[in-house]
């Protein structure tokens, strides 16, 4: 299987390629930098892999491990300071020392805290059913690297490769301010590109066309990866595309432009009767068919107005209801009321009737039975502490319905059990597992250990045998898993003889 970690370590950061490596800060004077690699991939907040877009280098990332940072050539079998052919070294002409270099990583740091607790804060008042349901606990996720929107910033910032920009650092606390603005903008509805000011907190050093692993360390806060690359080699500083520039994904666009349509344009709504095709519309309107193959941003439908399940266009507090599962079209009809009966939606997305039934509840309710022997009813959601009949009900998510109390409580802790919690569910906080075979939340394994559901901790792997392996140095058996990567250090790469080797960039 591919391999699966929760956490990165500094080397990884600095080890794609020897060209990409930064130069250890002298005590005598500025750093000399003459590359940029910060590795941004994250683990998610609960254990799942994730994948980089095809043609890009994501400028979020995790935090690497603190004091991981070592010179590990000898490990890898790498020559230090050894290049691979044909990668140009970045160009900067900024020149940081290591004081300005400690002051910035610093600041940051202390910006960093407050951001997380205003972060916090403003998301548990502006989007409570989509929320950590506790708010020392979602300080605790964000600060602990893998809900930290600014990972790469942070690492780029502490390597010498970027700078910190107070004034957009103020201007970006200050969409948490209170009024919601950080969530209920039209960005924020529409996906997660953050606010203009937030993505300039962190200043990357280098020039377009250096050499990158981290859009962090770009001037330009884009890195690009090149056509025909694997994931471990670098990428380039490009500058980001502006308005009416094409584009593919929306973080090609500079400042809070969005990717509409192929083409770079203003993060702002459709109006009425404009095209809503891969977009969204005002506040007050809602996607609707136009004609046979178009869309245009209209008013929501009334009740019995026939509507398109697929495009929930009907009026708030009300749904599309179909005459029978999967039906192309069908009338906006009133929410059922608080314990009215209900069809619960389909777990699997493929099933015909998985949109059938969307909406049918009112808003801050669910479709569940109250009671082992009961049918299914609209329910209202309830907080930590409030009794209930399933996990569905709870908000927050970590929030479960305990099994021991029949109250909404916090997912089980680290050597809690765990074998009571709902499959398909959550079953420990994070970092946490559940070992089955124990019954209880536990740490993940460390190299050598068994494997819990295929997951080791840090960059470990988990091999055919189940149990965790470290990642392979020059001329060990190695599995290559293409764009997922593959099982051996950062450096080197898996050849076809199924051994690690020197990585080979173009």
Known sequence: MPPRSLSISMFAAFGACAACASTPPSAAGPLAVDASSLDTSAA??????????????????????????????????????????DVAKPTTDIAL???????????????????????????????PYGAIADLARCKTLVASQQWSDFG???????????????????????????????????????GLKMPAPCHSVAQGIFDDGAAC??????????????????????????????????????????????????????????????DCA????????????????????????????TCAPSFNNCKPDTWCKQAKAGAATGKCTAAMATGAPCTPQPKDEKDPAFDTWEGQCGAKQACLALAADASPVCANLVDLGASCASTLQCNGLDAWCSGVTGKCAVLPDKA?????????????????????????????????????????AGTAWCNDKEKCAAEGKKGDVCEDYGDEGDTCVPALQCGKAGKCEALACP
């Not at 877009?53 to 079998?77: F, I, Q, R």
């Not at 977009?279 to 009740?303: I, N």
């Open 44 to 85: 998610d907040a609960t254990p799942a892999g994730g994948t980089a877009k095809a043609d890009t280098v994501s400028k979020d990332g995790g935090v690497p491990e603190a004091g991981a940072l070592a010179d590990t050539a000898a490990d890898t079998g790498v020559a230090d300071g050894a290049a691979p052919p």
């Open 97 to 127: 020392t290591d004081a300005q270099i400690g002051s910035a990583a610093a600041e940051f740091a202390a910006w960093h805290a407050k951001y997380i607790d205003a972060w916090c804060k403003a998301k548990l008042a502006c989007d």
């Open 152 to 190: 790469a910033e942070l690492a780029a910032v502490a390597a010498g490769m970027a700078t910190y920009n107070a004034t957009s650092a103020a201007a970006c606390l200050q969409t948490l301010d209170g009024s919601c603005a950080y969530f209920e903008s039209l960005n924020f509805s529409y």
């Open 213 to 274: 692993m981290s859009a962090a360390a770009c001037k330009s806060g884009f890195c690009v990866a090149l056509d025909g690359v694997g994931p471990k080699c670098p990428g380039e500083c490009e500058s980001l595309a502006s308005k009416g520039d094409e584009c593919e994904f929306d973080d090609d666009c500079e400042g809070a432009l969005w990717c509409r349509n192929g083409e770079c344009s203003d993060g702002t709504a459709a109006k009425f009767g404009e």
């Open 278 to 305: 891969g977009w969204f519309c005002d506040k007050s309107l809602t996607c609707k068919p136009k004609g046979t193959d178009e869309l245009a941003c209209g008013p929501p439908l009334d009740v019995s107005a």
């Open 416 to 456: 809690a059990e765990c074998a009571k919690v709902p499959d398909g569910f959550d079953q420990c906080r994070f970092p946490y597992v559940c070992d089955s075979a124990a019954s209880k939340c536990a740490e993940l394994p460390a190299v050598g250990q068994a494997c819990i559901g295929g997951w080791c």
